[in-house]
């Protein structure tokens, strides 16, 4: 479901396509028109702006900007904290959400993809009534503490959070509810301790399907736009992830600027493309492995 | 979700799971810690942020509520921003089912290239969506060049907001309707075509509602995604207020300027489309689950 759950593809030519060919030609053309047009013309488009100055000008703007510098260098806390807590969370969830029929068992499962209806910057919005130093529900805490969470990065890794609940746990679920709990059942016979059921048992099984969450994951906390937006407050250098600062350039008239984060930016959905071409194929294979036993 | 449930008895650990369990208790360790990290992940991090969104909201008197979440400005915010996500995902219908259709069922020369890369706009930040497209329709841009002269102005214009929303959908249709029309058998359309139908009327008759479930979610989907978007939104669009000011922006605006409480009532009622949207897809898949059995 959501587009990221594992697909388990067919591949077998057993489909006879028996629309004439011409028909069958058109629709090809037409969806490649469509491809064209939507997605490869934007993509070239944007490597073809980047390196407009040649790359000596692309890496100029990237690293003799020092802004750009700070927003790499944020982005690179920010995203793993986010990613990090929420795969740490998203397997428990799975384990104790797959492993256990409990009262409430639903209702958490339907929480789970509530991020997925909520407006990046709604998401925002809610951090902001909570966690603002003038009038928030927390803000005599922090302000006691003298932490700040909103216009500082500690808000910006909650709002990544936030947007990203779903993708770990999203994936394992249904992945841990197809394996079943037959081997980590006849762990427990054997007696084993709980870190080595999951270590040595429950791991090795999900472990593909758990990476492909972890990517998933990541690719949106790099792209989060709206929720960051608005927590960040955009102070120079302080609360600018690589997101922020394409919109900045571009507001600023600096295009060749703003293409280079986009190019370094696009860079890395392709290349979660690419990972996810792999590992949906290991899945694949070590679910067909799973029930031929 | 395939759950191939272990059938009691039969295996090796449905004997165990009933030998040292109740009914519903698995012996599998690690359900108190599991249940605490999800619910107090979930708690810190969902839970009181949408109980803060609510509290701000009722705060407000009822009058007062009516007068922020649908005043003029609000309403032609609301009108937008549902109206572009619904015309955007009924494109991403007929698009995403030509994809799908085509990827599916026909053997072409770059059909996993093709496969592969309708994920793009789930990998790709949307900020980097709207720069290219902002700049790709304007009037000296690669298609504008062509279009702005026949009056079709795709950037900047209420076309660009639904532009970039069909973008950013394509993917939810495709990756519904995949895997169902892959797993349509092809001797109900022998069937048919024996029986005399016409390829077409096999289309509309045979194929078409069986697939439709998937159509209906993947339109949902699409639809709960475009009323949220913002990131790319605010590249391509001139966000007058009145004319191209989607309801993320209005929120956004009135955030900025400390009118908490308004951005709150326009929260709440944006949060309800979508939260409606959500549980209108969570019950057609209740409904299939049913259907399938």
Known sequence: MHGNSVRTQKTAGKMVANEPLWFRVLLISL??????VLIIVPLIYVFVQAFSEGFSGWWNNLFNDAETRHSVFLTLIVVPLAVLVNTVCGVAAAWTLTKFKFPGRTLLMTALDLPFAVSPVVAGLMFVLLYNLRTGYFAPLLNSMGFKIIFAWPGLVMATMFVTIPFVARELIPLMQALGDDEELAAVSLGASPWQIFWRVTLPNIKW?????????????????GAVYVVSGRIERETYTMALRVEKLFQDYNNPGSY??????????????????????????SMEQSSSE | MSAAKPSPGRSLGG??????????RSPLPGFGPGLVVTISWLTVMLFVPLIALIAKSTSLTPAEFLAAAWSERARAAYTLTFGAAAIAAVVD????????WVIVRYRFPGRQMLD???????????????????????KNGWFGQFLVPLGIEGAYSRFAIVLVLIFLGLPFVVRTVQPLLSSLEGDIEEAAASLGASRWQTFTRVIL?????????GFALAFARGLGEYGSIIFVSTNIPYKSEIAPMLI????ESYHYEEATAIAVVLLAGSITTLMFINWLEARNRRYAR
């Open chain 2, 209 to 217: 509602p069986s697939v439709m479930p998937a159509l209906y979610t």
């Open chain 1, 31 to 36: 969806c490649y028109l469509i491809a064209l």
């Open chain 2, 252 to 255: 956004y605006d009135r955030l």
């Open chain 1, 209 to 225: 399907g758990l990476l492909f969450g972890v990517i998933q994951c990541n690719a949106r906390a790099i792209g989060e736009f």
């Open chain 1, 260 to 285: 280079a984060v986009a190019s370094v930016l696009t860079l890395m959905a392709l290349s979660t493309l690419v990972l996810k071409i792999i590992l949906e194929r290991m899945v694949a294979a």
């Open chain 2, 116 to 138: 592969a890369i309708v994920d793009l706009p789930f990998a790709l930040p949307t900020a980097v969506a709207g720069l290219v497209y902002s700049s790709l329709y304007v």
């Open chain 2, 15 to 24: 004997t165990l799971r009933q030998l040292v369990s109740g009914k519903h």
């Open chain 2, 93 to 100: 219908v007929i698009l995403g089912l030509l994809f799908a």
